[in-house]
């Protein structure tokens, strides 16, 4: 089992879809709690990390952290 890696920015895919039919989400704050807002209806929530993880599909785009050029 490998650790999911995310950070402030990445768009990621829960296992749930949102109501609107997105289920694509931004990670727009990140702390004990994490806010992610849906692509698609521009909704967000605030989650636990714990519940954020255990709702998480996958990660479908990285930011970087700034070492890189964005592509
Ligand atoms: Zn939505």
């Known amino acids: 089992m490998e650790k999911k890696q995310y950070q402030l920015g990445d768009i990621v895919q829960m296992k749930k879809q949102h109501p609107c039919g997105s289920n ?3 990670i727009i704050r990140m702390g004990m709690d994490i ?3 849906c692509v698609g209806c521009k909704h967000s929530v605030l989650v636990p990390r714990v519940k954020f993880e255990s709702k998480l599909k996958k990660i479908l785009r990285s930011t970087g952290t700034g070492e890189t050029s964005e592509d």
Request: proline content about 0%.
């Open 35 to 37: 806010r992610i807002k």
């Open 24 to 26: 694509e989400m931004e």
